[in-house]
């Protein structure tokens, strides 16, 4: 278990009828309170995220702002937060995340829904990599499409040479190129439930991060786009703990600009970035308090909540929600979603990739059609003409049986034609313009 963050805070203690101060501490599976005097009586406890019935804003007597947690027997109050808001999000966030923790003991009627959609999103999946690969058969062909082209015009400009004697054609080759991205990776966009703020220092809000191969971009809770990086343009990260990282972007001219996230699921999220930032993802050392050592076996249904002789109570156990067999429990409704929503993103990213692959196949057609045109056309079947005064055809050479041009003066030059077949002839020109 993780410590997460902590914070200067009360609790309102039901016993005394008074108000205790200490540090309330966020961690990856639990809330924890602890009072700032020391000693036995002292008030020690933790509350699991999976006893959780409400987490709401509240306010004590007429004005002080407060969050409540409500279990099944209780209701605990704390008070005095430097900044609420930011407590509230924090706590929510860990708390709906920790819903999506599969657990396999907590699920053993439903086993065989959930293997049908790990079954489904394992065969999108599969179907995933299946287009991937087509989508780099197509790019290999492009890519060879244009070098074909980049032959064509090799093999034109050499033939063309020809004008700079002639002077008749002022032939432009245009350059035919298709776009080919460098590689195809992650063409699926992957979502992850987020806290975020511009710095560390300040006030966080929940939102949602979207990653794909090209941008990284953060919703707000209403879905608007709040912040949004080019993955090119992303200068570094920063990982400071196995939950909260900084993403900075710089460049030339424009004031660099970063944000930093707190995440439950922030290692996946570096999994995705260390396919597409390589080298580019720092790690800070952990802090010294980054786990707790006094844990003991925190599992969902062995968290105590202990205080002190101060509230008359040894030990405090809260009870587990009842799990009814005959139902879908809330871990594995939230570990079906977490699957579907899993699938939603693998089905967006194909969809994405398909459109890509439909627009390069056009790009490719067009390509195809033009080297065809540019074969028809090729130099082999020009010809010199020369027309009479009444623009009637007079004399007309293949450029590729003409054997040899000889130029006598700046005005005049001599085009012969010679074939093993045919008799040879020639012609004679004076131009102003030669």
Same mark, same amino acid.
């Given at each position: 278990m993780g410590k997460v963050s902590e914070w200067k805070a009360s609790y309102y203690c039901n016993s005394t009828k008074t108000w205790v101060y200490g540090h309330l501490i966020i961690y990856t599976r639990c809330v924890r309170f602890i009072e700032n005097k020391g000693g036995t009586d002292s008030l020690d406890f933790r509350i699991s995220y999976e006893n959780f019935f409400e987490l709401k804003k509240e306010t004590t007597s007429i004005f002080f702002a407060a969050i409540t947690i409500r279990v099944r027997t209780d209701k605990y109050w704390f008070s005095s937060l430097s900044d609420r808001g930011h407590v509230f999000n924090m706590i929510e966030h860990f708390w709906k995340e920790r819903l999506f923790a599969?657990?396999?003991?907590?699920?053993?009627? $439903?086993?065989e829904l959930l293997n049908i959609l790990?079954?489904?999103?394992?065969?999108?999946?599969?179907?995933?990599?299946?287009?991937?690969?087509?989508?780099?058969?197509?790019?290999?062909?492009?890519? $060879?499409?244009?070098?074909?082209?980049?032959?064509?015009?090799?093999?034109?400009t050499l033939i063309y040479n020809l004008d700079a004697w002639l002077s008749k054609w002022n032939l432009e080759t245009h350059q035919v190129h298709i776009?080919?991205?460098?590689?195809?990776?992650?063409?699926?966009?992957?979502?992850?439930?987020?806290v975020y703020?511009?710095?560390?220092?300040?006030?966080?809000?929940?939102?949602?991060?979207?990653?794909?191969?090209?941008s990284l971009e953060i919703f707000d809770a209403g879905r608007s786009l709040d912040i949004s990086f080019a993955v090119k343009e992303i200068t570094e990260v920063s990982v400071h703990t196995p939950w909260e990282m900084t993403v900075l972007q710089q460049s030339i001219g424009k004031a660099g600009s970063s944000v930093h996230l707190t995440a439950a699921r922030l290692v996946h999220i570096?999994?995705?970035?260390?396919?597409?930032?390589?080298?580019?993802? $720092?790690?800070?050392?952990?802090?010294?308090?980054?786990?707790?050592?006094?844990?003991?076996?925190?599992?969902?249904?062995? !968290?105590?909540?202990?205080?002190?002789?101060?509230?008359?109570?040894?030990?405090?156990?809260?009870?587990?929600?009842?799990?009814?067999?005959?139902t879908v429990t809330d871990a594995e409704a939230a570990e079906m979603g977490q699957v579907l929503q899993d699938m939603r993103s693998l089905a967006l990213g194909i969809?994405?990739?398909?459109?890509?692959?439909?627009?390069?196949?056009?790009?490719?057609s067009d390509s195809v059609d033009k080297a065809n045109e540019r074969i028809r056309t090729d130099v082999h079947q020009k010809s010199l003409e020369i027309f009479d005064a009444?623009?009637?055809?007079?004399?007309? !050479?293949?450029?590729?049986?003409?054997?040899?041009?000889?130029?006598?003066?700046?005005?005049?030059m001599t085009i012969l034609q010679q074939s093993i077949r045919k008799a040879g002839s020639s012609v004679h020109l004076t131009a102003a313009r030669l």
């Amino acid at each position: 278990m993780g410590k997460v963050s902590e914070w200067k805070a009360s609790y309102y203690c039901n016993s005394t009828k008074t108000w205790v101060y200490g540090h309330l501490i966020i961690y990856t599976r639990c809330v924890r309170f602890i009072e700032n005097k020391g000693g036995t009586d002292s008030l020690d406890f933790r509350i699991s995220y999976e006893n959780f019935f409400e987490l709401k804003k509240e306010t004590t007597s007429i004005f002080f702002a407060a969050i409540t947690i409500r279990v099944r027997t209780d209701k605990y109050w704390f008070s005095s937060l430097s900044d609420r808001g930011h407590v509230f999000n924090m706590i929510e966030h860990f708390w709906k995340e920790r819903l999506f923790a599969s657990s396999s003991s907590d699920a053993p009627r $439903n086993s065989e829904l959930l293997n049908i959609l790990h079954d489904a999103q394992s065969t999108l999946a599969s179907t995933g990599r299946t287009v991937q690969k087509q989508g780099q058969q197509i790019d290999s062909a492009c890519v $060879n499409m244009n070098k074909i082209h980049n032959d064509l015009s090799v093999a034109e400009t050499l033939i063309y040479n020809l004008d700079a004697w002639l002077s008749k054609w002022n032939l432009e080759t245009h350059q035919v190129h298709i776009d080919v991205p460098d590689d195809s990776i992650l063409i699926e966009k992957a979502e992850y439930s987020v806290v975020y703020a511009r710095t560390s220092k300040e006030k966080h809000f929940p939102g949602t991060l979207v990653l794909s191969k090209n941008s990284l971009e953060i919703f707000d809770a209403g879905r608007s786009l709040d912040i949004s990086f080019a993955v090119k343009e992303i200068t570094e990260v920063s990982v400071h703990t196995p939950w909260e990282m900084t993403v900075l972007q710089q460049s030339i001219g424009k004031a660099g600009s970063s944000v930093h996230l707190t995440a439950a699921r922030l290692v996946h999220i570096l999994q995705t970035l260390e396919v597409l930032l390589p080298g580019k993802i $720092n790690y800070d050392e952990p802090p010294d308090d980054a786990g707790d050592p006094d844990s003991h076996d925190l599992d969902a249904e062995k !968290f105590s909540l202990q205080e002190g002789e101060k509230c008359e109570e040894d030990s405090i156990r809260v009870p587990t929600r009842e799990k009814n067999s005959k139902t879908v429990t809330d871990a594995e409704a939230a570990e079906m979603g977490q699957v579907l929503q899993d699938m939603r993103s693998l089905a967006l990213g194909i969809q994405e990739e398909q459109d890509r692959q439909l627009q390069q196949l056009d790009l490719l057609s067009d390509s195809v059609d033009k080297a065809n045109e540019r074969i028809r056309t090729d130099v082999h079947q020009k010809s010199l003409e020369i027309f009479d005064a009444g623009r009637s055809l007079d004399i007309s !050479f293949a450029v590729k049986e003409i054997t040899e041009v000889s130029v006598h003066t700046p005005w005049e030059m001599t085009i012969l034609q010679q074939s093993i077949r045919k008799a040879g002839s020639s012609v004679h020109l004076t131009a102003a313009r030669l």
